[in-house]
């Protein structure tokens, strides 16, 4: 027979894992009452942490003229800072920007906009940015 389980690390979770745990946790659990294996859900019970929601990061202006100063002024070059400024810009994640294709440009006056899905799978530009 096993012995004692060994303790979790000495190190204590952030308020953010505990709450992560406890909702998987709750989710299994509620799929055992679904499928009538259990009477209740335990987890309903227990007080989730407060989580803080982190302050967004980002690169600031100078890091981010320090990484236009080291692109050629190549086509490329020039599709990399164009890219660099929209992720920048935008607030887009990396793959929203970079699985563009033609059809969701478009350019209306001096403004060069794309079109995105939003929720729902809506189509929408971005908001202007002020």
Known sequence: MPGPMPSASPVRSSAVTIAARLACLSSFYRFLVRLDAVALNPCERVERPRVVPASPRGLSAEQIDRLFSVLPGSPSGLRDRAIILTLALTGRRRGEIL????????VRGEKFLYTYKGKRGKRELPPPVS
């Open 99 to 106: 699985g563009r294709r033609r059809a969701t440009w478009c």
